[in-house]
């Protein structure tokens, strides 16, 4: 089953897709730099070039069962050439990939990363960032300046320019220190919105770093599934 809008669902017709990809881009590159796991459901957060010249962020999700792939959902964009926090959109910059963070469970860092999304995105608090957040807050998003007062003034701004802005949350991935959110993110009820998956790092208590990829979504689609 498929959720990538440029995409049938069955596996005659992924291996059709995926025949003609290569074919279009013999010289793709596609890198894996992380990977997030929970139960049947795996991430895989990706710098993919497709042609030189071209740079994009991809986010795949897939859902396996009995051994098999089952779903798949992903969330790509275009990486630009320049950033207002001098981080590319795949770098760690927190502790050393790997570092653990004092013990903390991956069920601890869920709770506290999903508690700073809700009281943001839902309740409007920005001042959650103070309390789950440290400071710098690293960020991966090349529109976002470091630290948490930039991350507070963006989202204070957001809601004042877009009073009914929305997000929808559709699933929640933890692994370690890394806890991803894909959600259905809306400006307006008319807006068919764009498709977002966040990735926030926890360490110590407080979440440290945060990469996202944003696709807005398309008016048609190969399936009838959403992109979520």
Do not use: C
């Amino acid at each position: 089953m498929q959720h990538n809008p440029h995409a049938p669902n069955g596996t005659e017709a992924l291996r059709i897709f995926v025949t003609g990809f290569r074919g279009r881009y013999p010289n793709l590159q596609y890198d894996v730099v992380r990977v997030i796991a929970e139960d049947d459901l795996v991430l895989l957060h990706s710098h993919a070039v497709l042609k030189p010249g071209t740079r994009q962020m991809v986010v795949d999700i897939f859902r396996v069962r009995d051994g098999k792939i089952v779903e798949h959902w992903d969330v790509m964009q275009d990486v630009p050439g320049e950033s207002v926090n001098g981080n590319t959109m795949f770098s760690t910059v927190s502790a050393p990939a790997g570092q653990s963070a004092k013990g903390a469970s991956t069920a601890e860092n869920k709770r506290i990363a999903l508690t700073l999304f809700n009281e943001v995105t839902a309740d409007r608090d920005v001042t959650a960032y103070d309390r789950y957040a440290a400071d710098p807050l690293h960020q991966h998003n090349p529109q976002s300046p470091n630290g948490v007062a930039a991350a507070k003034e963006q989202f204070t701004q957001a809601f004042a320019a877009h009073p009914e802005l929305s997000v929808s949350l559709k699933r929640v991935i933890a692994d370690g220190e890394y806890v991803a959110f894909h959600h259905h993110f809306l400006l307006s009820p008319a807006d068919r919105g764009s498709a977002v998956v966040d990735i926030f790092r926890v360490q110590d208590g407080k979440v440290v770093e945060h990469w996202d990829v944003i696709q807005p979504v398309p008016e048609e689609s190969g399936n009838d599934n959403t992109m979520f």
